[in-house]
């Protein structure tokens, strides 16, 4: 529910945050800015239909790339992960990685989860949920600190 979601309404809400403009002159600061709007408005009404229709548990990732001639702009929730193939300074082609995974581990991650009284343990939150980000996963946001704010 929450994948098929942000299929239907993320390249809506982007283009309106953008004003319909992606021309020439943009700049990655306003296209950073329209991502972390158009996933909080999108994470903000995924929530609340969840809520009417009782889907305690729907969630996705999301990893969304805009790419224009002069720049890339990289938003990532959860652990969907963007990879370029790209030359290491000779023929030969590498995989680098361009986006980081949100793992209850990680130092800032888990500082979050437990001051909302999470418990981590190997890896998970409450031995069973293996993101500290997501959109959706209503009841993960209610009672287990996970949040749907990307890395942008």
């Given amino acids: 529910q929450a994948s098929e979601f ?3 309404n993320f390249e809506p809400r982007l283009r309106a945050n953008l004003q319909g403009s992606l021309d020439a ?3 990655a600061s306003v296209v950073k800015a329209a991502l972390e709007k158009t996933i909080a ?3 903000t009404s995924f929530l609340k239909e969840a809520y009417e229709k009782r889907w305690w548990d729907a969630g996705s990732t999301a990893c969304v790339a805009v790419v224009t001639d002069e720049f890339m702009v990289m938003a990532n929730v ?3 992960r963007a990879i370029a193939c790209v030359r290491d300074g000779g023929k030969k082609l590498v995989a680098k990685a ?3 995974d949100h793992h ?3 130092p800032m991650e888990r500082q979050r989860l437990e001051a909302a009284g999470s418990e981590v343990r190997s890896g998970v939150i409450e031995g069973w949920f293996p993101m ?3 959109i959706g996963d209503l009841l993960l946001k209610r009672y287990y600190g996970v949040i749907g704010t ?3």
């Fill in 78 to 80: 959860g652990d969907s």
């Fill in 150 to 152: 990307p890395d942008v």
């Fill in 6 to 8: 942000l299929v239907q």
């Fill in 98 to 100: 361009l986006t980081s």
């Fill in 132 to 134: 500290s980000r997501s």
């Fill in 25 to 27: 002159s943009i700049e």
């Fill in 104 to 106: 209850p581990e990680l």
């Fill in 41 to 43: 408005e999108l994470e």
